[in-house]
């Protein structure tokens, strides 16, 4: 044992917690998602090193130390949790995407992107499928970046129309149909 006072010892991890404390705490963020998680794993992470506060001889390592402390704990925390999971006779209700609706859907966009001009066709493909930046897409295309903007709104608002006129013309059949169902019962 380190024949300093406790105060002093005190007083030294108080200065560094306090002069490191925001880039601790980014760290935190980069290992787990949600940021209360992140203060808490801090919070553990000061509080296993301050008990081993006097045994880190070279205090410039102290991060190095806390990053390796909150790392670990992290990994106790996610061990903790797959044990959390047990086997049941019984499979919870989930729900699972239809791929056959997820086809009909992929279809409807394909055949409302065939009703855009070539060149707003690539704008929004470039914008949306290929999540490039105004810049990218204009230096892709070779276009200025305000023609760019101007052909991607005009492009949405079309598919928009297209979109608004065939949900229309799917209603239109299904309101002819239900006068005679009723009328039969």
């Known amino acids: 044992m380190n024949p300093r006072q406790p105060r002093t010892m005190v007083l030294d991890f108080e200065e560094y917690v306090r002069t490191r404390h925001a880039a601790l705490l980014r760290s935190a963020r980069r290992l787990v998602a949600d940021p209360f998680d992140a203060q808490d794993l801090l919070q553990i992470a000061l509080v296993r090193t301050y008990l081993r506060w006097d045994g880190i001889a070279d205090k410039q390592l102290a991060d190095a130390y806390l990053r390796r402390v909150m790392i ?25 995407e239809d ?3 997820q086809q009909t859907d992929r279809q409807l966009l ?4 065939k009703t855009l001009t070539p060149q707003q066709r690539s704008v929004v493909v470039l914008r949306h499928w290929e999540q490039m930046t105004i810049q990218e ?9 305000g023609t760019v903007k101007s052909t ?24 002819g149909a239900q006068p005679a169902e009723s009328s039969a019962a």
């Open 137 to 145: 897409t204009a230096a892709a295309l070779r276009m200025a970046p």
């Open 99 to 101: 791929p056959a609706e």
């Open 110 to 113: 394909m055949d409302l992107l």
């Open 152 to 175: 991607l709104h005009r492009a949405l608002a079309r598919l928009r129309q297209e979109l608004h006129r065939q949900d229309l013309e799917s209603v239109r059949p299904l309101q």
């Open 72 to 96: 670990n704990t992290r990994t106790e925390w996610w061990r903790a949790r797959r044990l959390e999971e047990l086997p049941t006779e019984q499979l919870p209700d989930t729900s699972i």
